[in-house]
């Protein structure tokens, strides 16, 4: 199966979560997505990451941004180790986390890695847009936890980009100024960019965020 792209059309799929069952596109609705992956129920690393997206609640509800988890392991599973990630990260969580039992939504997404392993799935993170296009893929091994401070800049930066015909440096952070991108001819910069410019080389130019 070929893998996902950027641009790509994110699938669709119904499936059994902790909230009910959804069908990804109407549960998104205008909204932006993040659907991410673990490899199993009652392991450390993701009891820390699904702490954090819950602690990072009003992060993404901020971003118009909603939060899908999957794990291949059942809705039984899953309410018992809620209640343990609950209690050991001092959060609430209330996001839904797919019982993935059947694969389908790890098969539809290259959620696993048969490399790195055949049954679970490697943490992968889709960026989803309201119009259903996947816009950002990450993807980490197993042994390492993944920055949630990144996504919610990936979150940001790809927010802006959609509306705004500009480009994020590196380690840019909502308020910091952006990038004017090459293919913007010199003589329109002024008119497309009223809040000024600086020009570094003709191919490096700045200018501050245009929704600031
Ligand atoms: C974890 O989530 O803690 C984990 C899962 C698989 C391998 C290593 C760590």
Known sequence: MMSLRIGDDAPNFKAQTTEGEIDFHQWLGNSWGILYSHPADYTPVCTTEL???????EDFAKRKTKVLAVSVDDLDSHFGWVKDINETQN???????????????????NMIHPNASTSATVRSVYFISPDKKVQAIITYPASTGRNFTEILRVVDSLKLTAEHNVATPVDWKVGQDVIIPPGVKQEEVESKYPKGHRVIKPYLRYTPQPDK
């Open 91 to 109: 959060c609430n969580v209330d996001f839904p986390i797919i019982a993935d039992t059947d694969k389908n939504v790890a098969t539809l997404y």
């Open 51 to 57: 702490g954090r997206t819950a602690q990072l609640k």
